[in-house]
Nanobody, 125 residues
Framework: QVQLVESGGGSVQDGGSLRLSCAVS????????MAWFRQAPGKEREGVAA????????YYDDSVKGRFTISRDNAKNTLYLQMSGLKPEDTATYYC??????????????????WGQGTQVTVSS
């Protein structure tokens, strides 16, 4: 059974930092590209950052470039998202996702086969 479990969310002040983790099990983690998405109330789920299976390439949405860093530890089957310079508009539920095969774009939800349950990030001004 494939499982993705996020952790590390919480409440921070404007300009603060958080580190999200996503522990994966049930499949060969290193064979999948991974990503973080987020969804705010009343909005569509949007891609934040993605990373290839061999960590050779990372891609970021313009809204988080220079503030967020995605990484993965294939030995620990864990995906991370280091977030700094957080802003109130970053408030959302953050989801990790795993994909393999045909990609519709690394930040497109259609590219991903498996999803975590989400972790809440709240940034107050």
């Amino acid at each position: 059974q494939v499982q993705l479990v996020e952790s590390g969310g919480g409440s921070v002040q404007d300009g603060g930092s958080l580190r999200l983790s996503c522990a994966v099990s049930g499949y060969t983690y290193r064979d999948y590209y991974m990503a973080w998405f987020r969804q705010a109330p009343g909005k569509e789920r949007e891609g934040v950052a993605a990373i290839l299976s061999d960590r050779s390439f990372a891609y970021y949405d313009d809204s988080v470039k220079g503030r967020f860093t995605i990484s993965r530890d294939n030995a620990k089957n864990t995906l991370y998202l280091q977030m700094s310079g957080l802003k109130p508009e970053d408030t959302a539920t953050y989801y990790c996702a795993a994909g393999r095969g045909t990609s519709y774009g690394l930040l497109n939800t259609k590219s991903y086969n498996y999803w975590g349950q989400g972790t809440q990030v709240t940034v107050s001004s």
